[in-house]
C-alpha cells in the first residue's frame, strides 16, 4: 500500500498548481467566459506545452505515458481553479475512449493531436430519456453498402459545440434500446452534413450542445472498435469519467472549506469575527470531515480504475460517487450557508464553486442513483466469502 | 381533537378555490408553474384583482380593507393561494409595513399609505441589513441627523429585495448613539424618488437581479415620515418580526411544488420506467411529504393556540421552529427536482439568445424548459435559510427559549 506520490507526479502537481494559480485567477476565468468560445485557446495551449493534455497518452502518440494518478492530480486542480476548457471533454472521455477503443491508425492519427490541443473532442452519448443508464442508447447506425449511416438525438454533450470530432454512440443492433450488446462507437466529423449542433452555456458556466444526427454517412473507418460491442469500452470510460468528476469535486470542495474558514476567521458580527462561535467552528469541522472522506473515495475510485474485473470497478465508481456526492452537497450548501448574503452573491467566488460542483454531481448520476445501484450489486463486500480453492 | 374543518371552513376553501380557478390570470399561472420569476406587474396585477374581490388584505382591520375572517379561515386563504399556485403577495407591503403603520402610525400616516399599500399603488421595499449589520441588525450605521422639520439621511443598506420596483422603503437609521445599540434607532419612511439615493443592482448567482445596493446621500426624509417615536424604531422591528407569522412556513408552496414533482416525474423517465415508478425516488418524496405534513400539523397547532412550554401561539420560539422546517423542506423539494431535471439540469437559458445554432437555423431540442430552471431555483432557494433570520440565528432564539439568557 502507498498513497505517495511519485516524484513527477508531485512536480506534476505543482507545475500546475503555480500555472493555474497566476492564470485562472477568479478575474481572468470571467475574461475567459467572455470569450467567443466561452474559454481560452492561450489557456489550452499552455495545458498542451506542458504536457497536460497528453499526460495520459503513450509517449509514441505524444503522451507522457502518465495513468489515473496523474489524471486526477489534473482534475483536483482543475476542480480548484473552476476551469472552463474542456479537458474533462476533449482528454478525459474522448482520449480514453480512443486509447481504449481504436486501432492503431485511427490513434497515431488522432493521439499526437489532442495532445498538441489541435483536436478538441466530445462524447456524444446521452439522449433524451437515457437519463443515466449508459446501455439506453436510441440512436440508429445502418450498414449501407461498405459505409454507415447515422440517426439520432444526442442531449448535454459537453463541450459538444466546439469539437472537432464526436464520438458518437449508436445502436447498430441488439434486442431492445436497452440492450447493452449492439451498441457501437463512431468517430464523427463535426463538420459533415447531416449533423447539427446548438451550443449554450451551462448553470456552471461552461458549455455544452444538443447534437442531432440525420443520414450521417459514414465510412467503415469511422467505427471505433467493433461493431455492436462498444458497451465494455463506454462502460471503462465512464468509470474514469466518474474517477475524475469525483476529483474535481474534491479539488471545489477544498477550495469551498478554506474560503469559508477565512470568511468565517474575517467577518464580525455581534463584536466578534464568526469564527468565535462554536456552533460555526463546529460547522467547519463537519466539511472538513466531508472533505476528508471525498478525497479518500476519490483516491479509491482512482486506484480502482486498473481493476478489469467491471464488476469491481462498478462497486467502486458507485461508492465513491455516492460518498462525493454527500459530501459534496454539504459542504457546498454549507460554504453559502456560512458566507450569508455574500454567498448568494454571482459576484462572490463561493457561489462558482457550489453552481461547478452541483453540476459535476449530474454527471454520471448523483449519490441516490448510485446508492441504488450499489444496493443491487449487494453492496461493496460480496455477502458470502470466496472459499479457498 | 378534531382533525376535521367546520363545513363552513370546508365551504370556504371551495369559495377560495374557485376563485383562484376563475381569477389568476393564465400566463401568471404559468411562470409559477416553471419557476420563472415574476414580473412587478405580474404582482401588482394580481395584488389589484385581488383587492378588486375585497381579499386583498384579509388580516387587516375591516376599516382598512380587512375581511372578519377568523384566523382559520385566514390560514386556509394562504394556503390556498400558495398551492394553487397564485403569486404571494408582496409581504414587505400587505404583512409588514401596513400592520405596523396600522399598529403605530400617525392617522395620516394610515391614511395616505394603507389604501395604496393594499391596491399595491406604491411598491414596499425593506431597509434593514448593512453591510456590517446583518444577524447583528442592531449594529446598523445609516444615520439620520434631525435638521428642523426633516431628517438628512446618510449611510448604505445592501440585500434590499426589490429596491429597483420600489416607490418607498421602510428603513432603519441612527438617530442617537445611546448605551445599548437597540436604542438610538428610529423608523423611517423614505420616498425612493428622493434625490440622493442610488440604487445598484446585486445579481445573485444564478443570474437574477432581485436584491440591491441602497446608497443614501444627504437624503431629506420630512419628520412627519417618522413612524412611532424618535430612538425608539427598535420597536417597530421587533414588531415585524413577531407579526402574521403562522405562514412563515410556506407549507402550501412545499405543496404545490412536491404536487409538481409527481406530476413531472410520471413524464421522465429511467430505464424505460417513469422516474414516478422508481422506488428510491418515491421513497425520497414521500419522506418529504412526511415532513411536511408534521409541519403542518405543527403549523396548525400553533394557529389553533395550544400551549406549548407554557406559551401560546405563535411566540418567537414557535415562529423560529416554523421557520427553520419551512425552509428545510422547501430547499428539499428544489433538490428533489434538480434530481428529477438529472442531465436537463445543465443548460443555462437565462435569455433565448444564448442558444447559438450551427446552421443559424431554428435550434435543435436542449432540454424541458421547466428543466432549465430546476438549478437556478436549487441555487436560490438557499436563500430561505440565510434571509429573514438565519437558520442559526433562529437557532440562537430556540436555544434561549430552553436555557434562558
Ligand atoms: C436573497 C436575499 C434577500 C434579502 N432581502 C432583504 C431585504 O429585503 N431587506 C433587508 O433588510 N435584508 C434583506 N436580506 C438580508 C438578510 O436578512 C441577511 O442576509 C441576513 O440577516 C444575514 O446577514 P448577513 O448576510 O450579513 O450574514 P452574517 O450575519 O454575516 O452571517 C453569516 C453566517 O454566520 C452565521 N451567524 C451570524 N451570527 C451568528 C451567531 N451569533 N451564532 C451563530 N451563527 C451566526 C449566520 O447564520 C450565517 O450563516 C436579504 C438576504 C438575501 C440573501
Redesign the interface.
Known amino acids: 500500500m502507498d498513497f505517495r506520490l511519485t516524484e513527477e507526479q508531485r512536480l506534476l502537481k505543482d507545475t500546475l498548481a503555480r500555472l493555474l494559480a497566476e492564470l485562472y485567477t477568479f478575474d481572468r476565468r470571467k475574461c475567459y467566459q467572455l470569450e467567443a468560445d466561452g474559454w481560452s485557446r492561450v489557456v489550452w495551449a499552455r495545458l498542451a506545452d506542458l504536457g497536460i493534455l497528453g499526460s495520459s497518452l503513450p509517449e509514441r502518440f505524444g503522451g507522457t505515458g502518465g495513468g489515473p494518478v496523474e489524471t486526477m492530480i489534473i482534475m483536483n486542480a482543475i476542480g480548484r481553479c473552476l476551469l472552463l476548457e474542456p479537458f474533462f471533454a476533449t482528454v478525459v472521455l474522448g482520449g480514453n475512449l480512443l486509447s481504449l477503443g481504436a486501432n492503431e491508425a485511427q490513434k497515431a492519427q488522432l493521439l499526437p493531436a489532442l495532445a498538441s490541443g489541435k483536436l478538441l473532442l466530445a462524447f456524444a452519448h446521452t439522449e433524451r430519456h437515457s437519463r443515466y443508464d449508459l446501455a439506453n442508447v436510441g440512436t440508429r447506425a445502418r450498414r449501407d453498402g461498405s459505409q454507415w449511416v447515422l440517426n439520432g438525438e444526442k442531449c448535454v454533450v459537453l463541450h459538444g459545440d466546439v469539437a472537432g470530432k464526436l464520438l458518437v454512440s449508436a445502436r447498430s443492433g441488439g434486442t431492445d434500446q436497452y440492450d447493452e450488446d449492439g451498441i457501437s462507437l463512431f468517430l464523427v466529423d463535426a463538420e459533415l452534413s447531416g449533423v447539427r449542433r446548438t451550443g449554450y452555456r451551462t448553470q456552471d458556466g461552461l458549455r455544452a450542445a444538443s447534437v442531432s444526427l440525420t443520414d450521417v454517412r459514414l465510412s467503415s473507418d469511422a467505427l471505433v472498435g467493433s461493431a455492436g460491442a462498444a458497451f465494455p469500452l463506454i462502460e471503462e470510460v465512464a468509470h474514469q469519467g466518474i474517477a475524475a468528476v469525483c476529483a474535481e469535486m474534491v479539488g471545489a470542495m477544498e477550495e469551498m472549506h478554506e474560503q469559508t474558514v477565512e470568511y468565517l476567521k474575517t467577518r464580525v458580527q455581534f463584536g466578534a469575527t464568526l469564527s468565535k462561535f462554536q456552533v460555526l467552528q463546529h460547522r467547519a469541522v463537519d466539511m472538513l470531515m466531508a472533505v476528508e472522506q471525498a478525497r479518500s473515495m476519490a483516491m479509491f475510485a482512482t486506484m480502482m480504475l486498473g481493476e478489469k474485473g467491471s464488476a469491481e470497478r462498478r462497486r467502486a465508481m458507485s461508492a465513491a460517487k455516492i460518498q462525493v456526492g454527500r459530501s459534496s452537497r454539504f459542504v457546498g450548501q454549507q460554504a453559502i450557508q456560512l458566507h450569508g448574503g455574500i454567498g448568494m452573491t454571482m459576484d462572490c467566488k463561493i457561489g462558482h464553486y457550489f453552481k461547478h460542483a452541483t453540476l459535476l454531481d449530474l454527471q454520471f448520476g448523483g449519490a441516490d442513483l448510485h446508492l441504488q445501484e450499489l444496493a443491487e450489486m449487494g453492496g461493496l463486500t460480496p455477502r458470502v466469502l470466496p472459499l479457498p480453492e | 381533537m378534531n382533525l376535521q374543518f367546520t363545513s363552513r371552513e370546508l365551504l370556504f376553501r371551495d369559495e377560495v378555490r374557485d376563485f383562484l380557478l376563475s381569477s389568476v390570470p393564465r400566463d401568471i399561472s404559468r411562470k409559477l408553474r416553471n419557476d420563472h420569476r415574476l414580473s412587478k406587474d405580474d404582482i401588482v396585477r394580481w395584488q389589484q384583482i385581488l383587492n378588486a374581490k375585497g381579499w386583498a388584505v384579509p388580516h387587516w382591520p375591516v376599516e382598512w380593507g380587512g375581511t372578519r375572517w377568523t384566523s382559520v379561515e385566514r390560514y386556509i386563504f394562504r394556503e390556498e393561494m400558495q398551492a394553487f399556485p397564485a403569486p404571494p403577495p408582496l409581504d414587505f407591503a400587505v404583512d409588514m409595513i401596513g400592520p405596523l403603520l396600522i399598529a403605530r402610525g400617525s392617522d395620516e400616516q394610515k391614511r395616505r399609505f394603507l389604501p395604496r399599500i393594499a391596491n399595491l399603488d406604491d411598491w414596499w421595499c425593506q431597509g434593514f441589513?448593512e453591510p456590517?449589520a446583518?444577524?447583528?441588525l442592531a449594529?446598523l450605521k445609516t444615520s439620520a441627523r434631525r435638521d428642523g422639520n426633516k431628517y438628512v439621511l446618510n449611510g448604505q443598506k445592501?440585500?434590499t429585495t426589490m429596491a429597483h420596483y420600489a416607490d418607498w422603503m421602510f428603513c432603519l437609521a441612527r438617530t442617537a448613539h445611546g448605551e445599548k445599540k437597540q436604542s438610538g434607532i428610529s423608523f423611517l419612511l423614505v420616498n425612493m424618488k428622493s434625490a440622493g439615493i442610488t440604487v445598484r443592482p446585486?445579481?445573485?448567482?444564478?443570474?437574477d437581479h432581485e436584491?440591491n445596493e441602497v446608497f443614501f446621500d444627504d437624503v431629506q426624509v420630512p419628520a412627519e415620515n417618522l413612524v412611532g417615536e424618535q430612538d425608539r424604531g427598535w420597536d417597530c422591528a421587533k414588531f415585524l418580526l413577531s407579526n402574521e407569522r403562522t405562514t412563515i412556513a410556506r407549507v402550501g408552496v412545499s405543496k404545490a411544488r412536491i404536487r409538481r414533482i409527481k406530476e413531472l416525474a410520471a413524464s421522465?423517465?429511467?430505464?424505460?420506467q417513469p422516474m414516478i415508478e422508481d422506488?428510491?425516488?418515491r421513497e425520497?418524496l414521500a419522506a418529504l411529504e412526511v415532513e411536511l405534513k408534521a409541519l403542518e400539523m405543527t403549523q396548525l397547532r400553533f394557529l389553533a393556540g395550544e400551549e406549548i412550554d407554557g406559551r401560546t401561539g405563535a411566540s418567537d420560539a414557535t415562529a423560529s421552529l416554523l421557520k427553520i422546517k419551512g425552509a428545510e423542506i422547501q430547499q428539499a423539494t428544489t433538490?428533489l427536482l434538480?434530481?428529477l431535471a438529472?442531465?436537463?439540469?445543465?443548460?443555462?437559458?437565462?435569455d433565448e439568445q444564448?442558444?447559438?445554432?450551427?446552421?443559424g437555423?431554428r435550434?435543435?431540442?436542449?432540454?424541458p424548459e421547466w428543466a432549465t430552471r430546476a438549478?437556478?431555483t436549487?441555487?436560490?432557494w438557499?436563500?430561505m435559510?440565510?434571509?429573514g433570520g438565519?437558520?442559526?440565528i433562529q437557532?440562537n432564539i430556540l436555544a434561549r427559549g430552553i436555557f434562558g439568557g
Do not use: C, N
Open positions: 441589513s456590517g446583518g444577524s447583528d449594529a445592501i440585500w446585486i445579481i445573485t448567482m444564478e443570474g436584491v421522465e423517465h429511467r430505464r424505460g422506488r428510491r425516488f425520497r433538490e434538480l434530481e438529472g442531465p436537463f439540469a445543465t443548460p443555462f437559458a437565462g444564448q442558444m447559438t445554432d450551427d446552421d437555423g435550434g435543435l431540442f436542449v432540454s438549478a437556478p436549487y441555487f436560490h438557499r436563500k435559510s440565510i434571509y438565519s437558520d442559526e437557532r
